[in-house]
């Protein structure tokens, strides 16, 4: 099982990017996906969380209104729409792929994780 996040690059502050993250070697279309991201010198956090079929979504306040999560199980595939970057959203952004239907904010319940894309906001 292989994720292969994207996307990720040096934009301004204010601008957008659009990350991707596709699964092979199984199909997750009955899972919960994630994306976390760890800034330098910090931990891993939560960024935002789907459920199997898009129905549940929750987003970290820090991005509440930024950020847009999306998938297309039929390209085993989740999207994470960044706009209204800031500084502090540099950082590495990694997608997960979580035990059950839907796994909320918690890191224990995702089970496959990518290597992470590195998004850079310049002021």
């Known amino acids: 099982v292989q994720l292969q996040a994207s996307g990720g690059g040096v934009v301004q502050a204010g601008g957008s990017l659009r990350l991707s993250c596709a699964a092979s070697?199984?199909?997750?279309?009955?899972?919960?996906m994630g994306w976390f991201r760890q800034a330098p010198g910090k931990e891993r956090e939560f960024v935002v969380s789907?459920?199997?079929?898009?129905?549940?979504?929750v987003y970290a306040d820090s991005v509440k209104g930024r950020f847009t999560v999306s998938r297309d199980n039929a390209k085993n595939t989740v999207y994470l729409q960044m706009n209204s970057l800031k500084p502090e959203d540099t950082a590495v952004y990694f997608c997960a792929v979580g035990l059950s239907a839907y796994s909320g904010r918690d890191q224990s319940r995702y089970r496959y994780w990518g290597r992470g894309t590195l998004v850079t906001v310049s002021s």
């Open positions: 789907i459920s199997w079929n898009g129905g549940s979504i």
């Open positions: 070697g199984r199909t997750f279309s009955a899972n919960g």
